[in-house]
């Protein structure tokens, strides 16, 4: 089901927040002593957010890491720096391939390092290569890196003789961001620390990007540690600049002085793989900026790496790193992002296993890695009418008919029994006094609290459609109440409840195999009619003669560019004809119509997902929930029946939906897929709110 998402970390803001199995990935290396902490954020293709806060911001007091742990950004400054000058070639105030001297005059008369002595460059310094480490100009001249204002440091550039003349090898410096700042500083007038914040920081809700921090933010700086192969963490100080921070003569350096949180990070690497704009859409760079910024500048050379303006430029990837383990990357493709921050400085085997660890639970987690394809079915025991819903706590969970175990999964795909019991024995008890078979659940998150709807059989035609509370995503669940009774609805076989909530209302889809789809709204918690709410049919013809036309049953709604879908299943378990079939309408409410603009109160829109009685996969039907992947696909749960199988067992499948110019939803060939390209990531669909 649609479910809100809670955080599990305080003050997580750069999105919905959610636990994940990235966190028990890296915890292990925590607890071996490997590192004292760390902040986990990755962000899928959909904008879902994983926050994981894992060990000690400080072991000594033991103060744990939260997701507002403030850590020394250092190189990961770069990028930040880049995008502050890119905004003034966008407005056309910097030309990327003017020479420096243009802003700077005396870059006029530098000189190169030459065997006999110095001599004059081969060619002019440009602002481009500052960005991309082919200045010429060597690291830094010096330590700390805050001792001296950025316009002194240029100044020092242009007497001291460049290692290789501008543009002829790659060689990483910060010395040269530096002097790219002190174009920004000429060009505006203005500190470019003060240009950095009104144009990147701010606009981003950057808050605890700082190049000089607050006392309070000092409190939540992550202390610094040192860590060999063989002993504990040791607390160290950052030798790179000058103390106490908060000192307000400390200056700013744009080759890595900037503090800040894994959010800050994650926003500014968010508005890079969103070609230039902030979630909230408002533009910061042009997408021309962000394709200079995330291309290689770099010659296409062995042993030349491949650079962009402050990131590091591969085919899947665009990142950075800072000195003590801060690090933010996107993938291009997909759009997800990955931020970890730890405060470790030196690389040894123990952090280097954390750090594969980590990498490889984030490919997990977002699909890569893992081949790119999955076979069906993805639930290989008897599992039919499944429900899914997203627990918010890592695990997605599934219960089908029988409600006799719940089973989990990381990634949608790879599934196993939780063993754990859906319900209380009083709530077992209490629906088997009312039926002997319990079927079709539905779970879903309601005013804080979690709600399973159940089909209850009592008689042919009453049948009740019962709900059961818990407040964990697991129960057990607890008798709540029946919702829907047949007899009082006048409908015949009220079964295969779908509920719902958009803008405060909360909708119960249910069908029948003689009376066809309707809707009802229910009282804002879910566990009652709504007072004067009737049903409406929406979709199948009562009691069908002609046998062209469907009662239809299971039903399920999805939210997609402006319109409501309306899947529904139809057909009959005896002989293992169901099918799914699908309309849609502009209103929750109605009124559906199929492909050919039929009302689906007719009960003639053609199946969309069928099989044959000799095909391997037959009689698929009952769609369950829609999810979507981080690459934008949508995937849609079902059970079949599966050649080879026993006669009465339906396993769940997931399969991709596909989608027409026209807005309409198909399947690959029209039948139910062995193997599916792979689900990516974990988006999980939501209605309009």
């Given at each position: ?373 999955f076979t069906n079915p993805v639930i290989a025991a008897d599992w039919p009418d499944p429900a899914v819903w997203n627990g918010g706590d890592g695990w997605y969970y599934s219960v089908a008919t029988g409600l ?286």
């Amino acid at each position: 089901m649609k479910v809100l998402i809670c955080s599990i970390c305080a003050a997580a803001s750069c999105g919905m927040a959610i636990a994940s199995p990235i966190g028990e990935a890296i915890g292990k290396h925590l607890d071996d002593g490997d590192l004292p902490g760390a902040v986990s954020v990755v962000v899928d293709g959909q904008g879902r957010t994983t926050v994981d806060c894992r060990g000690y911001a400080d072991l000594a007091a033991k103060v744990p890491m939260r997701s507002d742990t403030i850590f020394w950004l250092a190189s990961n400054t770069k990028a930040i720096a880049a995008a502050t000058l890119m905004t003034l070639v966008d407005e056309g105030k910097v030309k990327l391939d003017d020479p420096v001297s243009k802003y700077l005059p005396e870059f006029a008369n530098v000189t190169v390092t030459a065997k006999d002595g110095v001599r004059p460059p081969a060619r002019p310094m440009t602002v481009r290569m500052t960005l991309s480490h082919m200045s010429g100009l060597p690291f830094f001249p010096g330590m700390p890196i805050d001792k001296r204002p950025i316009s002194e440091l240029a100044r020092l550039a242009t007497v001291t003789p460049l290692a290789a003349d501008p543009g002829e090898r790659y060689a990483y410096s910060n010395w040269g961001i530096d002097v790219a700042m002190a174009v920004v500083e000429q060009v505006t007038g203005r500190s470019f620390a003060a240009v950095m914040k009104e144009r990147i920081l701010v606009p981003l809700g950057m808050k605890d990007a700082v190049f000089i921090p607050s006392e309070e933010q000092v409190a939540r700086l992550a202390k610094s540690y040192h860590l060999d192969n063989a002993k504990p963490p040791e607390e160290m100080k950052i030798g790179q600049f000058r103390y106490p921070y908060t000192d307000p003569t400390r200056e700013p350096e744009g080759g890595g002085g900037l503090f800040g949180t894994a959010d800050d990070l994650c926003r500014f690497f968010r508005m890079l793989a969103a070609g230039g704009t902030a979630p909230d859409g408002r533009r910061i760079l042009s997408e021309q900026a962000v394709r200079e910024m995330t291309r290689r500048q770099t010659p296409d050379r062995p042993k030349i790496k491949s650079y962009g303006f402050g990131l590091n430029v591969k085919p899947d990837s665009v990142e950075h790193g800072g000195a003590y383990g801060t690090y933010a990357a996107f993938d291009p493709q997909t759009k997800a992002v990955r931020v970890l921050c730890i405060s470790m400085h030196g690389k040894n085997k123990r952090r280097s296993a954390f750090w594969s660890a980590w990498g490889k639970a984030v490919d997990a987690y977002l699909g890569k890695g893992g081949g790119e394809t999955f076979t069906n079915p993805v639930i290989a025991a008897d599992w039919p009418d499944p429900a899914v819903w997203n627990g918010g706590d890592g695990w997605y969970y599934s219960v089908a008919t029988g409600l006799r175990t719940i089973r989990r999964s990381r990634n949608l795909i790879d599934w196993e029994d939780a063993k754990i019991d859906p319900l209380t024995p009083r709530a077992r008890e209490r629906l088997h006094q009312v039926s002997r078979h319990v079927w079709a659940p539905c779970v879903t998150r309601l005013r804080g609290q979690w709600v399973l709807y159940i089909s209850l059989f009592v008689s042919d035609p009453d049948c009740r459609i019962a709900a059961l509370t818990s407040t964990s995503p697991t129960g057990p669940f607890e008798f709540a109440g029946e919702v829907i009774d047949s007899r009082r609805e006048g409908v015949e076989n009220a079964i295969d409840p779908y509920v719902l909530e958009v803008d405060g209302q909360v909708w119960m889809f249910f069908g029948s195999l003689a009376d066809g789809i309707h809707r009802i709204e229910l009282a804002a918690d879910g566990l009652s009619v709504k007072p004067d709410s009737k049903p409406v049919h929406v979709a199948g013809v009562r009691h069908p003669a002609d046998k062209r036309k469907r009662a239809w049953e299971g039903s399920y709604l999805h939210w997609r560019d402006g319109w409501w879908y309306l899947f529904v299943s139809g057909g009959h378990y005896g002989d293992h004809t169901y099918y799914l079939t699908a309309g849609r309408s502009r209103k929750i409410t109605g009124t559906f119509v199929d492909r050919q603009g039929r009302p689906m109160t007719e009960g003639l829109a053609e199946p969309i997902l069928s099989s044959g009685k000799d095909d391997f996969f037959y009689g698929p039907g009952h769609n369950g929930e829609i999810v979507t992947s981080a690459d934008g696909r949508d995937y849609i749960f079902f059970h079949s029946h599966v050649r080879g199988y026993k006669p009465n067992e339906r396993p769940t499948l997931l399969q991709e939906l596909l989608w027409d110019k026209d807005g309409w939803p198909s399947f690959k060939d029209g039948r139910p897929q062995k193997t599916e390209r792979r689900f990516i990531g974990g988006a999980w669909g939501e209605t309009p709110r």
